[in-house]
């Protein structure tokens, strides 16, 4: 979910920057995931957690 939600920000052009992600779009994915998963309560300081390891195990994969 997560990966979909970030794709889905990546491809709207309000939320990309040269540099990544615009401020903000932490808010955005929490409410984006409480819509699809009510029952998992996850919070910004949760998603930006999951989004450096995956993060971490993506540039581990790029270096094999």
């Given at each position: 979910m997560l990966v979909?939600?970030?794709t889905e920000l990546a491809?709207?052009?309000k939320w990309k920057s040269d540099t990544?992600?615009?401020s903000?779009?932490?808010k955005v994915i929490e409410q984006k995931l409480a819509e699809k998963l009510p029952t998992a309560g996850l919070n910004?300081?949760?998603i930006d957690?999951?989004?450096k390891t995956l993060k971490k195990h993506s540039?581990?994969?790029n270096e094999c």
């Amino acid at each position: 979910m997560l990966v979909d939600i970030l794709t889905e920000l990546a491809l709207d052009g309000k939320w990309k920057s040269d540099t990544g992600f615009k401020s903000g779009y932490l808010k955005v994915i929490e409410q984006k995931l409480a819509e699809k998963l009510p029952t998992a309560g996850l919070n910004t300081t949760n998603i930006d957690s999951r989004i450096k390891t995956l993060k971490k195990h993506s540039m581990e994969i790029n270096e094999c």
